[in-house]
């Protein structure tokens, strides 16, 4: 060899050593290779050749950290930049070790607290591990301290939710028992109304009046015009209330239009949206119009002002009798009053038919029946809502060992400079305007979203109330450990996206707090 090369050898020599092995770092008599932990040294042999870890190659062992890449999975490159897939091991002693991306490696920043990822980049990096470690450290305690504290407080509710599931678990068993017998008692109600109203028709029998025989062509006609016009109605609100327009109405669906809230208090709860559809979770258009719309019928007119209060007609019907003698003298002899139109086409009212005592008799008897039938059907309704409520409860998941049950139906409330934010657990969150007006559906309860092993760290509110050219309102609600239940702080991160942080003591668990001196591996 021409001695001029030598030199350069030499410096090639030197700078792949430099890139590849952490100086100072000695196990037995094989130097710390840079860029990785030293649990894994004996897959980088520098007396034989290297294979990729994703086993796709075998290349020389002078490949390694010679910044180039030549494994798909960037493994023959963990201490350079050169692989845009690669990542680099920060030991970081004093403090906790950590991956970076390798592009990281000597760009100027100092992204390791040892320095070590900023080897060659000349830039005046200190290594401060022990501070960045005692301050860890420090947090740590403060952490487990804090799950210590909470921990009692999350026995406690976690010993009150399991006495909740007993006790729904108690009533679910007794409103079947009652079921039964209510659907027994409804049977034989509507078994003696029918003998009576039996009774009953076969006694107004001779009450009937003849009736002549009239033209019925142009009676059907206005009929079948007026059944038209329903059925157009029914149509066109169907279709205005299936947003998704997948051919059926949800309880979702329901839930965004305030015509629907039953009892006023600005939201559509799950039990008033199955009131206006039968009790079912979705209706088609068929069972739309022969089921809901009987109920939706009225509040649809209501909200339309289409329902005259009834004392309007009263205070008509019932003027004094001075005024109207004085209208009685305000007309001239020979003079005829002006009477309406309307006034002129009235039909004088037929008289009450008067009935002898025991048709009226049986009368009395069947009505009585029928209040008797509609009581039963009633406390049926009733228990089958309840008996469906409770099936929700128990099958809802309230967490480890139920420590989330006594949350259910809970309100928070959290303000900040311009909206009143209100989370009900396992049920809704709203928001609302300090300067007054009504609350904003950000969504109903849906489900737990926490990620692997973390499940109950993040709930998710979704079917909110549609924005303005853009979705339906959600909400991600993450929990963390708390001395106290409380709302803590409220954002939109993305428009109709909203995200709020709720501390409890139902996340203090100290089983579940990291070591300090844990490390992260790959």
């Not at 279709?239 to 015509?259: C, N, P, V, Y």
């Not at 289409?306 to 019907?317: G, N, R, S, V």
Request: aromatic share 8%; net charge negative; hydrophobic share 30%.
């Amino acid at each position: 060899m021409d001695g001029h090369w030598a030199p350069r050898l030499l410096v090639c020599a030197a700078s792949l050593l430099l890139a590849t092995y952490t100086p100072g770092h000695v196990a037995g008599s094989v130097l710390q290779l840079r860029g990785i932990p030293v649990a894994k040294n004996p897959l980088y042999r520098p007396d034989r050749d290297f294979e990729c870890l994703d086993g796709s190659r075998l290349i020389p062992f002078t490949r390694v950290n010679d910044d180039y890449c030549d494994c798909g999975d960037g493994s023959d490159e963990p201490g350079t930049a050169a692989c845009a897939n690669g990542v680099f091991y920060c030991d970081n002693i004093g403090h906790k070790p950590q991956y970076i991306p390798s592009s990281r490696v000597n760009d100027g920043v100092c992204d390791c607290c040892d320095t070590s990822d900023e080897y060659s980049s000349r830039v005046g990096c200190v290594n401060n591990c022990n501070e960045l470690g005692r301050e860890a450290r420090l947090e740590q305690q403060k952490a487990e301290q804090l799950a210590r504290d909470g921990n009692k407080l999350r026995l406690e509710l976690v010993a009150r939710g399991k006495n909740i599931r007993t006790e729904h678990q108690s009533r679910l068993a007794k409103l079947r028992t009652d079921y039964v017998e209510a659907e027994m008692i409804k049977k034989e109600k509507e078994m003696l109304k029918k003998q009576v109203e039996e009774l009953e028709s076969l006694a107004l029998e001779k009450y009937k009046p003849v009736e002549a025989e009239q033209p019925v062509a142009e009676e059907t006609v206005g009929e079948e015009e007026e059944e038209d016009s329903r059925t157009s109605e029914v149509e066109d609100y169907f279709k205005l209330l299936d947003s998704d327009s997948s051919g059926t109405i949800t309880i979702a669906e329901l839930q965004t239009r305030i015509t629907f809230d039953k009892n006023k208090d600005s939201m559509v709860s799950e039990e008033e949206a199955l009131y206006f559809l039968g009790d079912k979770k979705e209706v088609s258009l068929q069972e739309f119009r022969d089921i809901a719309w009987a109920n939706i019928k009225p509040f649809l007119m209501l909200e339309q002002g289409m329902f005259k209060p009834a004392t309007d007609k009263e205070e008509t019907d019932e003027q004094p009798e001075d005024v109207e003698h004085e209208k009685e003298g305000e007309i001239s002899e020979g003079e005829e009053e002006d009477v309406p139109e309307e006034e002129h086409d009235k039909e004088p009212t037929e008289p009450e038919v008067q009935y002898d005592e025991e048709t009226q008799a049986l009368i009395d008897e069947a009505n009585s029946a029928r209040e008797r039938f509609q009581e039963a059907e009633k406390t049926i309704n009733e228990l089958q809502s309840e008996i469906r409520q409770l099936e929700e409860k128990i099958d809802r998941d309230y967490g480890p060992e139920e420590v989330f049950a006594s949350f259910d139906g809970e309100c928070f409330e959290y303000t900040d400079l311009e909206y009143i934010y209100k989370l009900c657990l396992y049920s809704m969150a709203t928001q609302r305007s300090k300067s007054g007006g009504s609350s904003v559906n950000l969504g109903h309860w849906n489900e737990w979203v926490g990620p692997p092993g973390a499940k109950y760290t993040k709930m998710k509110y979704d079917r909110g109330l549609t924005c303005w050219n853009g979705p339906a309102r959600s909400t991600i609600v993450t929990l963390s450990c708390g001395i106290e239940n409380k709302l803590t702080a409220v954002t939109e991160p993305n428009r109709c996206e909203y995200a709020m942080e709720f501390s409890t003591p139902a996340l203090c668990n100290p089983n579940t707090i990291e070591p300090a001196d844990k490390h992260d591996e790959l």
